[in-house]
């Protein structure tokens, strides 16, 4: 059985970084995309940035685009984000999500997720 698991939340001020962590176990990850995704109070799920392991292909949320950074690490079977120039509006959940081969920014495309940690950016 997939499991992911998200670290790395916290609470840190505008402009300040993060990085998330999120390990993979129970399976094989050469052929999946891993994404982020995020979710504040009262609103909707929503893409972040995802990528595909094989390759290493990165796609963005126009949002977070030069400010995010998602990577992978094999060895580890990790995926990580980091986030740069936090604002206040990037407060959220942020949540750890696979898929079989190709990235999507669709959250119902997704088959696994991990529990999510709380990123908090203060003004």
């Known amino acids: 059985q997939v499991q992911l698991v998200e670290s790395g939340g916290g609470l840190v001020q505008a402009g300040g970084s993060l990085r998330l962590s999120c390990a993979a176990s129970g399976g094989t990850f050469s052929n999946v995309a891993m994404g982020w995704f995020r979710q504040a109070p009262g609103k909707e799920r929503e893409f972040v940035a995802a990528?595909?392991?094989?390759?290493?292909?990165?796609y963005y949320a126009d949002s977070v685009k030069g400010r995010f950074t998602i990577s992978r690490d094999n060895a580890k079977n990790t995926v990580h984000l980091q986030m740069s120039s936090l604002k206040p509006e990037d407060t959220a959940v942020y949540y750890c999500a696979a898929r079989p081969r190709i990235v999507s920014t669709n959250t119902l495309d997704y088959e696994y997720w991990g529990q999510g940690t709380q990123v908090t950016v203060s003004s």
């Open positions: 990528i595909r392991w094989s390759s290493g292909f990165t």
